[in-house]
């Protein structure tokens, strides 16, 4: 069975920092593009950040260039998502989800988790 497991996610006070973590089972990231997605309640799902398969290159939403990065552990089949300076509007559900492609994109993912939460407040 394919599946995505999002963990690390938490309550942290503005200016903090969270490290949350995507690991799957059932295939191999490799050769997959991973993206990392949040949902704000009464908000839309929103991209924020992705990485390719091929050669590690990155993007992300302008609201957390500089806070936020993204990388990959093919070794322990396991993608990151490093959240500095959080802001309380980086409060959200977390999905990492999976693209049967090479390139890093915030559409047309195949396989998500199940998402975790992170609330940055005082």
């Known amino acids: 069975q394919l599946q995505l497991v999002e963990s690390g996610g938490g309550l942290v006070q503005p200016g903090g920092s969270l490290r949350l973590s995507c690991a799957a089972s059932?295939?191999?990231?490799?050769?997959?593009?991973i993206g990392w997605f949040r949902q704000a309640p009464g908000k839309e799902r929103e991209g924020v950040s992705c990485i390719s398969s091929s050669d590690g290159s990155t993007s992300y939403q302008d609201s957390v260039k500089g806070r936020f990065t993204i990388s990959r552990d093919n070794a322990k089949n396991t993608v990151h998502l490093q959240m500095n300076s959080l802001k309380p509007e980086d409060t959200a559900v977390y999905y990492c989800?999976?693209?049967?492609?090479?390139?890093?994109?915030?559409?047309?993912?195949?396989?998500w988790g199940q998402g975790t939460q992170v609330t940055v407040s005082s």
């Open positions: 989800a999976a693209r049967s492609s090479v390139v890093c994109r915030f559409y047309g993912y195949d396989y």
């Open positions: 059932g295939f191999t990231l490799d050769y997959y593009a």
